[in-house]
């Protein structure tokens, strides 16, 4: 795999991910080209639902490389992410030398490899093929294990007192996703290669409708991601609309046999979108389904009309 | 500026000068990058510059402007530097003649140069009115050479007045026009323009001063207050607490469990990171130089009530008011506002801080904890700010932290001194939008800096 990711070209990459069905832009792929060229992790920023995670999933494929995902959250300690003793063997196995007069047991016996559990960041440092390492929401977590994080992906190297120095064998791609809850660390950030992702214009949108759900019709797809686009614009929302939330209901629609929004339909529907109680009141009240669907059809005409004639860069969840 | 590493490097200084932190290792990925990508075009070029350079969100529109107007065509450059040239032109015209018409009996008065770009801004009418009135001490019956120094005086609060009059957006050009720049027209004209273009292409609400918010975007004020309030909720602390679930071996207590076993480790206990929600405790101005900021201050109170749920809130103005089972009872923050402003003795009144913090102390204590957070939000403009520098020192030491948002521009700090004596006591925070909380509420705010 190192040889492939030596001779890795950006028009490759482009390839790639268009094969993984992951609508992309030059800007995207750049970044995500250097990070791997020049073996530095790459922080992801960005709304939640526009694509972050689904980056390292990609890439795993790309490169037939196992994902090693480590989900952060508030407490996450070195424990859970890096190694743990299994103390319960050890202790089996301590027990059992005793009632065997026989066996001298050594410290070394109980703290071997045999008896490490590896925790995510262990598994991607010892991982014999270069693996991708997904360390997701890392804004969840708490700064000292930010800290112990950064130093960990400066030298890819781990220090078991009982062991020794683990040292990797190959350097893992290392994906950070952040949905901006709490600021990182300056440190952290200079380390990385940075990309930031928005919500994707109509356009993109309706590329990725398009492509993720090839039974959707033209005009349905168009309509849905001007309505979401609308949404996301007009309200103020606790949780704007994703796009996996946006593709939940472009299916949804195609299951009720829909080939245009209307106004009962998106009633019915509506929950798939907006997943918050103060956010559906929000809706009817400031905007209704009636008005969503007449903008919807206005817009969607002069836009798509706008779009057809100059043809946009794509990009974003696949 | 001739080789890309110059230019690079040129980049980088202007990106600095529009308060972008670039360490010299960020400078060297960007120049490793360039070495990498294979088609060398612009929109790659571009990205390969942004990825290693930029990281924060809120800098890439600072990067988007600089670099549009930094790498263009030769011809292009051109037009810039001249228009750049004919702008110095004029801003040296400006102050040569500020400098003609700030005189006293044909002797220039001393003036620093912040009012001296006060005076440049202002209207013609205005100027012209100075003038006459320093045309007309110049030649006053028995004005001496010694009146100087009052006119001086006079003139000072004149400007100073209209400093404290200008917008935010005056406020940025003089921020722009006192800027250090960088000696090198080809950069320092590129730093003038894109710090003029401003923006972040987020929300603009985010970026709004509060005082200019309209009556129909509370409802979003509020909402975008409940959302970044959250952050408030939870805190991890370094402490333990027992848990069934398999954490960290609390060796202490397993062993003492396990004694019943002869030692052997039969029944293991774990433990795991406390989850620390602090207690909040909030003093609001509302007193009159704070009404312009009221529909920020108070969707500010009900946002972070509704969401956090240890909370005290109080406002003042010449003395303290509880308000937190306002806030508790009602969910509608129309209904929440229109009893307050009917019910409270506080709103539009003068200010005097030291009451309030006194009030607070005394029959209050029991919130006074070392776990609470006080929040001060206020524009510091209050009666006996020594008495309140003591009483907010006294505090200080019985909470955890305290955490001063300002409504006042930074810019505007150093003309009220209580700031400086007040900044001695707590954590002091320019707050007059929601881009400014949104930072703040992403600080570790239990932590002291």
Known sequence: ?318 | MNSLADNIVGFIQILRQLGVRISTAETIDAVDSLTIIDNFNQAEFKAALKSTLIKHAEDQAAFNHAFNLFFVPPEAKQQQQSAWDSKQQLDLEQSKQADEELVFQGRPLEISEDLKDVYKMLPEKEKQRLQEFLEKTSTGKNVKESFQPVVENLLKSSLSFWQRQLSTEDLAQLAAARRQLLGHDELDHVVDSAAGLGGTGGNPLLYKNMQEIAEQEIPQVTALIKRLASRLTTRISRRFRMTGRRKLIDIRKSIRRNMRYGGIMISLKYKTKKIHKPNIVIVCDVSASMTKYVRFTLPLLFGLSSVVKNIESFIFATDLERVTDYFRHSNDFAQVTEELITNSAQMGQGTNLFIALSSLEEHHRNLLTPSTLLFIISDANTLAPQETASQLALISQKVKRVLWLNTQPQERWPQNSAISLFSKYCAMFECYSLAHLTKILSLNLTRQS
Request: glycine residues 4%; proline residues 3%; charged residues 25%.
């Open chain 1, 1 to 318: 795999m190192d040889d492939q990711l030596q001779q890795l070209t950006s028009d490759e990459l482009k390839a790639a991910f268009e094969a993984q069905g992951y609508i992309s832009d030059k800007e995207l792929l750049t970044t995500i080209y250097l990070a791997i060229k020049l073996q530095k992790p790459l922080l992801i920023e960005g709304a939640p639902g526009v694509g972050k995670t689904e980056i390292a999933k990609v890439l795993s494929n790309i490169f037939q490389t196992e994902l090693i995902r480590l989900q952060c959250y508030e407490g996450l300690d070195e424990n859970k992410a890096l190694y743990e003793w299994n103390y319960q063997r050890q202790l089996i196995k301590i027990q059992m030398s005793r009632e065997t007069a026989s066996q001298t047991l050594t410290e070394h016996d109980v703290f071997s490899p045999e008896y490490l559990l590896e925790r995510p960041l262990l598994k991607a440092i010892r991982a014999e093929k270069r693996a991708v390492l997904l360390i997701d929401e890392i804004d969840k977590t708490d700064e000292e294990f930010e800290a112990f994080l950064f130093e960990i992906l400066s030298d890819f190297q781990i220090s078991i007192p009982e062991l020794g120095t683990v040292t990797a064998n190959h350097i893992p791609i290392v994906i950070l996703t952040s949905n901006h809850d709490r600021e990182l660390s300056e440190g952290l950030r200079r380390r990385c290669v940075y990309l930031y992702i928005d919500y994707p214009s109509i356009e993109k949108e309706i590329n990725i409708i398009r492509t993720k759900i090839p039974e959707a019709t033209e005009k349905l797809a168009v309509q849905i991601a001007t309505a979401v686009n609308h949404l996301r614009h007009n309200l103020t929302l606790n949780k704007q609309p994703s796009i996996a939330e946006t593709l939940d209901w472009t299916r949804a629609l195609i299951a009720m046999h829909a080939d245009h929004l209307d106004p009962t339909l998106i009633q019915q529907t509506m929950g798939l979108l907006l997943k918050n109680r103060d956010d559906l009141l929000a809706f009817q009240k400031d905007l209704g389904a009636d008005k969503l669907c007449s903008t919807v059809k206005q817009t969607a005409k002069s836009n798509h009309h706008h779009a057809c004639n100059c043809p946009g860069a794509a990009s974003d969840k696949g």
